[in-house]
């Protein structure tokens, strides 16, 4: 427990010092994390840490990415992506795969090591490239599509290799990959049932995991969900979420396939749940922090031994790796007519080897398909490749991106225009909002922690997200940094300044419309920064006035300008009175205050007694004719001045 | 008989002298339609199919206004704007008030011999209605001179605008029994009308 609380600290001090650093330095952190993590490798060496062990379960973390990027698309999306799926990334996959695997039987390697060795390294690294596009912003931009793309073929792309290359294994190898033993844990007995299971029975077996997926994703997570919200505790909802992405984790392990893609499916399966803010939110910090480790775990196993030995060969082989999959990118960039920096941005971000090339080679030498010698040479130019990835991408921003920014300005940027607006608690006040700006078109994400409410709304059709909308991860989930509008309409006036302080000092681009709860509310607000403010019920008193003015009998019409008069009256006193409350004094003894309301009400009885029936008062002000003493009046006023210029 | 609608268009009735006794002397005349614009649509958003459809069952059309600016209060001008209608009141299909009357019923502030040339108001009043007149004949109606109170502001209560809200009740009830008649009369005052009959 002592020992694993003991690396623990250890990784995270690396990561704590080495990542803000990288990050100020504009290295990005993912190169933060590498460094780290070589910085750290001769300390685990001489603590005899299993550095390839802790990586596997660091690679959860990209599971957790990969359920976290299903969650963002719909199915729908996913279908839109189909030509991009098969036709780039199946010719990335295909075309590296031959490039490589002939290179290598040139250089006098036999065809079924070479095929492995082409598997390994057609693959590119998901973890370091969508962190590092997601943290730039680049994930929406075309190339940044591009790259996802391929990327998901990839993953999909493991599965079949993982099938067909224990067909190539080599019996002169068995030797060595009987030492290599079963590293498979406690689920050994379950492991060996399926083993035993023919082709076929596997298949189903396959076939089965995935509908289970779907299917739980589709009908079981909303009643799941709906008990866990009733107990109205987080850590709750932190612990279903993680649940579901271990539970398709170890689904997937069992049936052998790639748990990324499984937890991939079932984010696309929630992708139109009402929980995706939430789950999205809760599961962000493990995708991190396992992220991170992930990639300390990388420049860890950098076998620094071996690389000053064969120093040469190997940083050789990686630069001529990271050039060949450059130019079979840019081939594919120019091919599927990408643009500017587009084009740049899709070669240089997949031109590395992966981590899933980690795992198949894991899986090779397990299965005798590669020699020792040259798996560990293989995981060096993979590590390698991986560890100058961040430099490519350096490259670009500092490079290729200049370049191309002056043409890119001019096109509309689309994230921008379709910005979100976030409605913030789905009551009787948000919930006429959401129906007004949803009818005039507008996309909302509402959020709303009322799980009763919840169910109702989705009876009838609203699109609603479950969640606390004063919690800033949720915030950020549902796209506050991007929003163009939060509408604060949630009940409790203390948390409702709260929420408008955070989202006014953070994101000050995103304007703020907040529900008031009464007068000193409105001051708090004002206080707050929030420049739209309206009290709710307000609106329907000054209605309920007017009712009982025509009750009165008086004229609709007169009616209508008193209180809109008695409306402008109130809005000018409290522009008046906002600047000088203070949230802190109470207002009887803020002095200013006093004075300052003292002298409103004494003009506003001023006001009052001159509202007689007569021309010449606020009502009656317009709609006076001119009549003959008029004209002689401006006549008489005109007269001295044209005496004057005569 | 004729079926007669009167819109009464007057944003500020609670100051009114003219219009309001016009309005007290009217409700007396049976068998006819009253419409309160400002009280109909205090808030604007006049419902156009309503307006339409009362249009259709009328077929003498009076609107009763004070001169604003040479022109209609606001709420008349978008009553116009939105409800004399494309395909409705003209263009193609725009037939519905075809052969229908319009006649306007106004209060003008200024005294008669201001609408003239060589008064401060420098034309005549039907040289100012003119587009009111237009927008009858593109219509296809009838526009019938106009029944006026000049220097309704200076007008005397007791004398005046009693007798112009009484001839307005007489026109009223004249233009329901289709004896109205106005010979060549550009304008009709109180003083100049002529009725088929004798009032009653």
């Known amino acids: 427990?002592?020992?694993?609380?003991?690396?623990?600290?250890?990784?995270?001090?690396?990561?704590?010092?080495?990542?803000?650093?990288?990050?100020?330095?504009?290295?990005?952190?993912?190169?933060?994390?590498?460094?780290?993590?070589?910085?750290?490798?001769?300390?685990?060496?001489?603590?005899?840490?299993?550095?390839?062990?802790?990586?596997?379960?660091?690679?959860?973390?990209?599971?957790?990415?990969?359920?976290?990027?299903?969650?963002?698309l719909e199915p729908k999306v996913l279908w839109q992506m189909r030509t991009k799926l098969l036709g780039l990334g199946g010719l990335q996959v295909l075309g590296t795969l031959g490039i490589v695997m002939a290179i290598a039987m040139a250089l006098g390697q036999p065809w079924k090591?070479?095929?492995?060795?082409?598997?390994?390294?057609?693959?590119?690294?998901?973890?370091?490239?969508?962190?590092?596009?997601?943290?730039?912003?680049?994930?929406?931009?075309?190339?940044?599509?591009?790259?996802?793309?391929?990327?998901?073929?990839?993953?999909?792309?493991?599965?079949?290799?993982?099938?067909?290359?224990?067909?190539?294994?080599?019996?002169?190898?068995?030797?060595?990959?009987?030492?290599?033993?079963?590293?498979?844990?406690?689920?050994?007995?379950?492991?060996?049932?399926?083993?035993?299971?023919?082709?076929?029975?596997?298949?189903?077996?396959?076939?089965?995991?995935?509908?289970?997926?779907?299917?739980?994703?589709?009908?079981?997570?909303?009643?799941?969900?709906?008990?866990?919200?009733?107990?109205?505790?987080?850590?709750?909802?932190?612990?279903?979420?993680?649940?579901?992405?271990?539970g398709i984790t170890v689904l997937m392990t069992l049936v052998g396939l790639s748990p990324a893609l499984g937890s991939f499916l079932a984010g696309v399966v929630l992708a139109n749940s009402e929980y995706r803010h939430e789950l999205e939110a809760d599961l962000e910090p493990f995708r991190g922090l396992l992220l991170g480790l992930f990639f300390i775990t990388v420049g860890a196993g950098i076998d620094f031994g071996m690389l000053s030995e064969n120093l040469l060969v190997i940083v050789g082989l990686t630069l001529g790796l990271i050039a060949l999959k450059f130019a079979i990118l840019w081939g594919l960039a120019l091919l599927f007519k990408m643009q500017g920096a587009d084009k740049w941005l899709f070669a240089l971000s997949l031109a590395q080897a992966g981590e899933f090339g980690f795992v198949l080679l894991s899986f090779a030498t397990g299965n005798a398909i590669l020699p020792d010698a040259i798996a560990d040479r293989l995981l060096l130019i993979v590590a390698l490749s991986m560890l100058l990835t961040p430099l490519l991408f350096l490259a670009y921003d500092k490079l290729i991106a200049p370049r191309f920014s002056a043409a890119q300005e001019l096109e509309p940027d689309e994230i921008d225009a379709d910005g979100p607006v976030i409605i913030a608690g789905h009551g009787r006040f948000g919930g006429v909002i959401n129906r007004i700006l949803t009818s005039a078109g507008y996309k909302t994400v509402v959020l709303d922690n009322a799980i009763g409410h919840l169910e109702v709304l989705r009876a009838f059709g609203f699109r609603v997200f479950y969640g606390d909308p004063t919690r800033p991860d949720l915030l950020h989930a549902a796209g506050i940094d991007q929003a163009r509008l939060i509408v604060v309409a949630i009940d409790d006036p203390h948390q409702t300044t709260?929420?408008?302080?955070?989202?006014?000092?953070?994101?000050?681009?995103?304007?703020?419309?907040?529900?008031?709860?009464?007068?000193?509310?409105?001051?708090?607000?004002?206080?707050?920064?929030?420049?739209?403010?309206?009290?709710?019920?307000?609106?329907?008193?000054?209605?309920?006035?007017?009712?009982?003015?025509?009750?009165?009998?008086?004229?609709?019409?007169?009616?209508?300008?008193?209180?809109?008069?008695?409306?402008?009256?109130?809005?000018?006193?409290?522009?008046?009175?906002?600047?000088?409350?203070?949230?802190?004094?109470?207002?009887?003894?803020?002095?200013?205050?006093?004075?300052?309301?003292?002298?409103?009400?004494?003009?506003?009885?001023e006001a009052m007694q001159q509202d007689s029936p007569d021309y010449t008062d606020w009502i009656g002000r317009a709609w006076t004719p001119p009549r003959p003493r008029d004209i002689e009046a401006n006549e008489e006023e005109t007269e001295p001045s044209k005496k004057a210029s005569s | 008989m004729s079926d007669v609608i009167v819109y009464l268009a007057h944003p500020g009735q609670r100051y009114s002298k003219v219009n309001r006794a016009m309005v007290r002397e009217a409700a007396?005349?049976?068998?006819?339609?009253?419409?309160?614009?400002?009280?109909?649509?205090?808030?604007?958003?006049?419902?156009?199919?309503?307006?339409?459809?009362?249009?259709?069952?009328?077929?003498?059309?009076?609107?009763?206004?004070?001169?604003?600016?040479?022109?209609?209060?606001?709420?008349?001008?978008?009553?116009?704007?939105?409800?004399?209608?494309?395909?409705?009141?003209?263009?193609?299909?725009?037939?519905?008030?075809?052969?229908?009357?319009?006649?306007?019923?106004?209060?003008?502030?200024?005294?008669?011999?201001?609408?003239?040339?060589?008064?401060?108001n420098r034309f005549g009043l039907r040289t100012l209605l003119t587009p009111l007149e237009q927008t009858a004949h593109l219509c296809k109606m009838e526009f019938l001179p106009p029944y006026v109170l000049y220097g309704s502001i200076e007008a005397d209560r007791d004398t005046d605008v009693a007798e112009h809200a009484r001839g307005y009740a007489a026109l009223l009830e004249a233009l329901r029994d289709d004896r109205l008649q106005t010979g060549n009369a550009d304008i009709l005052t109180a003083d100049t009308l002529r009725l088929g009959e004798a009032a009653s």
């Open chain 1, 113 to 246: 090591i070479s095929l492995a060795i082409g598997a390994v390294l057609s693959l590119s690294s998901t973890a370091i490239v969508l962190q590092t596009l997601t943290e730039k912003g680049l994930l929406r931009s075309d190339g940044g599509q591009s790259s996802f793309s391929v990327l998901l073929t990839q993953d999909i792309a493991v599965i079949p290799m993982l099938a067909f290359l224990p067909l190539l294994a080599m019996p002169e190898l068995m030797g060595e990959a009987a030492a290599h033993g079963d590293d498979h844990g406690g689920l050994s007995a379950l492991d060996a049932w399926i083993e035993g299971l023919s082709g076929w029975g596997r298949a189903g077996l396959t076939l089965g995991a995935i509908a289970a997926v779907i299917l739980v994703g589709n009908f079981l997570t909303r009643p799941v969900f709906g008990f866990v919200a009733r107990a109205n505790l987080r850590e709750l909802f932190t612990a279903t979420a993680l649940t579901i992405v271990v």
């Open chain 1, 1 to 72: 427990m002592t020992e694993l609380l003991e690396l623990a600290l250890l990784f995270l001090v690396a990561g704590v010092i080495a990542v803000p650093v990288a990050a100020r330095l504009g290295l990005g952190s993912v190169l933060g994390y590498l460094i780290a993590g070589i910085a750290l490798s001769p300390v685990l060496g001489v603590l005899d840490v299993d550095v390839v062990e802790i990586q596997h379960f660091a690679e959860f973390g990209v599971v957790v990415m990969l359920f976290l990027i299903g969650l963002e």
């Open chain 1, 498 to 605: 709260e929420l408008v302080r955070y989202i006014v000092d953070h994101f000050p681009h995103v304007h703020v419309t907040a529900r008031a709860r009464d007068r000193n509310h409105v001051y708090e607000l004002w206080a707050a920064g929030c420049r739209d403010i309206i009290r709710d019920t307000f609106d329907s008193a000054v209605r309920g006035g007017r009712s009982a003015l025509e009750a009165l009998e008086w004229h609709p019409f007169d009616a209508e300008r008193k209180v809109k008069d008695f409306v402008a009256r109130d809005q000018h006193a409290m522009r008046r009175m906002a600047d000088l409350y203070d949230p802190d004094t109470p207002s009887h003894e803020n002095s200013a205050y006093v004075q300052r309301a003292r002298e409103l009400m004494r003009e506003q009885d």
């Open chain 2, 28 to 120: 007396k005349v049976g068998g006819i339609t009253r419409v309160d614009l400002y009280a109909d649509y205090p808030r604007y958003g006049i419902d156009v199919e309503r307006e339409q459809d009362r249009l259709i069952d009328h077929d003498t059309i009076v609107l009763q206004f004070p001169f604003f600016w040479y022109s209609v209060p606001a709420l008349l001008k978008d009553w116009i704007d939105l409800v004399l209608e494309h395909g409705f009141a003209y263009g193609e299909g725009g037939t519905q008030l075809a052969g229908k009357r319009m006649i306007l019923a106004l209060t003008a502030g200024g005294p008669e011999g201001s609408y003239s040339e060589s008064g401060y």
